[in-house]
């Protein structure tokens, strides 16, 4: 079993949950493969039993990969895309930060979920993911997002118009700072804070939710996760933004933008039951009373 560490450096408070993960991963792993920025943070911190391999930030981990373990925050862990892209590995999320939908194991948990992990207690969450098919090759090889695809505005002074449609059927034209195409993961991120709603992961849909919407009775709306969304910007700018996930490019309003579900998914481990609904409850606090 080879396992791959990925992530940004963590505060020292978090060093002592490394090592103990690290030492009950060893008890089942025949090796590590570390990438070079948490290699270089902990090598001094951590004693490494089992033999360990160094990759740059822009290599694989390689197809022999068990599993990824994303050691940050839901940011870090949509890192682990432009890494793994169509590998199917899967990626364990070990949150060192506040709020992770993605990143769900919490430092009370990592004993558990390791043991867990070693011993197969665990489950694969596949994820639906978007793929950029035009413009070909914006993005390079990397054309896919695991939470949403954006559309923004580069100028402060002035809304950008987008003229959106499903299966080449006219939706609507969005008088608007954006546009965000997200997928269930992304329902909660980006898309949630700007009024659009939760969706389950297991739910095949996607939402499309305007950014600043000039017209007020302009909703998100969900569609079904089959459909091909066709994008043409104008505006008085000649340029906007185009983002997947936290990558973004710019590009002119002349470009037309297609955007539809990848022909892969993202695996992610889920430790003990999966309940996202319970997951939902904690981390933005349903059901608390803060006068108590």
């Known amino acids: 079993m080879k396992i791959a560490f990925f992530g940004r450096s963590f ?27 948490l290699y270089r943070h902990i090598k001094d911190n951590v004693t490494l039993r089992k033999p360990v391999q160094v990759v740059s930030h822009h290599e694989a981990p390689g197809d022999d990969i068990f599993c990824v373990i994303s050691i940050g925050g839901d940011g870090t862990l949509l890192d682990t895309i432009t890494l793994l892209r169509d590998t199917g590995i899967p990626v364990l999320g070990v949150n060192t930060g506040r709020l992770g939908f993605l990143s769900a194991i919490s430092t009370e ?12 207690d665990y489950s694969i969450d596949r994820r639906t993911m978007l793929q950029l098919t035009e413009p070909v090759n914006l ?4 054309n896919y997002a695991l939470n949403e695809l954006t ?32 997928t269930p993961t992304g329902s909660t991120g980006y898309s949630l ?4 709603p939760i969706i389950s992961p297991e739910s095949k849909n996607i939402v499309i939710t305007p950014i600043a919407t000039h017209n007020l009775t302009v909703r998100p ?5 089959s459909s091909r969304v066709k994008l043409r910007i104008s505006g008085r700018t000649q340029d906007y933004l185009v983002l997947l996930d936290s990558r973004s490019k710019p ?32 981390k933005l606090a349903w059901g608390l009373d803060k006068r108590n």
């Not at 408070?13 to 070079?36: C, G």
């Open 11 to 37: 505060s020292g408070d978090f060093m002592d949950n490394f090592r103990l993960l690290v030492s009950i991963l060893e008890q089942k792993a025949t090796s590590f493969v570390f990438y070079e920025d």
């Open 109 to 120: 948990e990592i004993k558990y979920a390791a043991e867990a992990l070693i011993s197969g």
């Open 139 to 142: 993005f390079g090889d990397i």
């Open 151 to 182: 559309v923004l505005k580069r100028d402060n002074s002035t809304m950008i118009t987008i003229s959106a449609y499903v299966d080449d059927l006219f939706l609507n034209t969005y008088w608007a700072d954006g546009l965000i195409i997200a």
């Open 193 to 196: 804070s700007c009024g659009g």
């Open 221 to 225: 709306i969900v569609i079904p996760d």
């Open 251 to 282: 590009l002119s309003t002349t470009t037309e933008l297609v955007v539809k579900r990848a022909p892969f998914s993202f695996n992610l481990v889920c430790i003990g039951q999966k309940d996202f609904y319970k997951t939902i409850r904690n």
